[in-house]
């Protein structure tokens, strides 16, 4: 069982940054797959970036790409998303997932509870 905790959320104006960061308590993490997502209110939960097991690989929803960064220290256990000019429309749950399979097509089986993002206008 693979417990992770997102942190990082917040309330930040059009055109700013945050930095998300995911703890994940299996020592051994280089075996997953690591992605982040997010809902919205009143829309279904979307993909927003993946990252590979060794971190050399990454891809994109089109919509955050050239803005969003995934990366992954193994090392320590923790994944992080960092969003650059956020818009109002990226206001959402964001949530980290772990998973197994291809970069664009992996199924995940572990979730966090989510960290609030929202972005003024």
């Known amino acids: 069982q693979v417990q992770l905790v997102e942190s990082g959320g917040g309330l930040v104006q059009a055109g700013g940054s945050l930095r998300l960061s995911c703890a994940a308590s299996e020592r051994t993490l280089s075996r997953y797959l690591m992605g982040w997502f997010r809902q919205a209110p009143g829309k279904e939960r979307e993909f927003v970036a993946a990252?590979?097991?060794?971190?050399?690989?990454?891809i994109y929803a089109d919509s955050v790409q050239g803005r969003f960064t995934i990366s992954r220290d193994n090392a320590k256990n923790m994944v992080h998303l960092l969003m650059n000019s956020l818009k109002p429309e990226d206001t959402a749950v964001y949530y980290c997932?772990?998973?197994?399979?291809?970069?664009?097509?992996?199924?995940?089986?572990?979730w966090g509870q989510g960290t609030q993002v929202t972005v003024s206008s």
């Open positions: 997932a772990a998973g197994i399979g291809a970069l664009a097509t992996g199924d995940y089986a572990y």
């Open positions: 990252i590979s097991r060794s971190g050399g690989s990454t």
